[in-house]
């Protein structure tokens, strides 16, 4: 899995362009940031030594697109009306910013497959193409391994997160 703040970070940056031109309060940012860390409370299931193709396992239920969109709907309807958005434009942004975190961990060189589409399916998926070094789990993460990992994710996530959004704005002032 990439490391948690690299989840937060990818997803700041899709919802800032599903967002961009608005300003919008801090809470929004933490729900989007949040959201995109949560599947990872997963983790748990190692403790219960549950087998790794388990929808309760690792990279299980907790990553899957559907399990987002009920997590997001819940979210937004929560929060709707503390925050500028329509309800409908605040579930998009909330799905797509949980769903990232499962896509992705499909491209991480290591780790459980992720069960996508679960509970619907219980097969698991990687994409093709995987760059992004697996992050090592708890204090194995302050370790050589661990800042090669933030190395890898500066490079494959943060900087193009950091591009999209610039190129988006400057896409947006351009047609102003």
């Known amino acids: 899995m990439p490391t948690i703040m690299s989840h937060a970070v990818a997803a700041g940056g899709l919802a800032s362009v599903l967002t961009t031109g608005r300003r919008l309060p801090p809470m929004f940012w933490g729900l989007c940031a949040g959201l995109a860390m ?8 190692y403790a219960f030594r549950l087998p790794s193709d388990s929808m309760w ?14 997590t997001a709907a819940l979210v937004a309807l929560l929060t709707r009306r503390r925050l500028p958005l329509s309800a409908a434009w605040l579930w998009l942004c909330l799905v797509v910013s949980m769903a990232s975190h499962g896509l992705l961990d499909m491209l991480t060189d290591g780790g459980s497959a992720v069960a996508v589409w679960a509970p619907l399916s219980s097969s698991r998926y990687f994409w093709p193409w995987r760059p992004l070094l697996v992050s090592p789990i708890g204090v194995a993460f302050f370790s050589e391994w661990g800042v090669r990992t933030l190395r890898n994710e500066i490079g494959w996530l943060w900087l193009p997160s ?4 610039l190129l988006v704005r400057a896409g947006r002032a351009t047609v102003r």
């Open 162 to 165: 950091l591009l999209l959004v």
């Open 38 to 45: 949560l599947p990872d409370v997963d983790v748990v299931a």
């Open 57 to 70: 396992a690792h990279r299980g239920i907790t990553h899957s697109v559907p399990a987002a969109a009920v």
